[in-house]
């Protein structure tokens, strides 16, 4: 009963969160869940959070925009512009 209540009230936290805010906390468990799977340590875990969150951040905030999408480069730069 106390995981039901726990889970209930995480989405409920989450419901109020904007796209950027999501995409930030999805990107850090994911970032921490396989930063921890391949190193195997805190270490891992806690930098692949960092770069979850941030790249997370980045989709979030560029999904907040009508009319713009994210693309890459050819040299693997990132980029926001009109979608077509």
Request: hydrophobic share 40%; proline share 2%.
């Amino acid at each position: 009963m106390k995981k039901a209540i726990a889970l209930v009230l995480i989405a409920l936290s989450v419901a109020s969160c904007t796209q950027t805010e999501k995409g930030a906390g999805i990107g850090a468990v994911s970032g921490a869940i396989i930063g921890g799977a391949v190193t195997g340590n805190v270490r891992g875990a806690a930098v692949g959070a960092a770069i979850g969150g941030v790249t997370g951040a980045v989709i979030g905030h560029v999904s907040e925009q009508p009319g713009q999408c994210y693309y890459r480069d050819r040299y693997g730069r990132r980029y926001i512009d009109d979608c077509p």
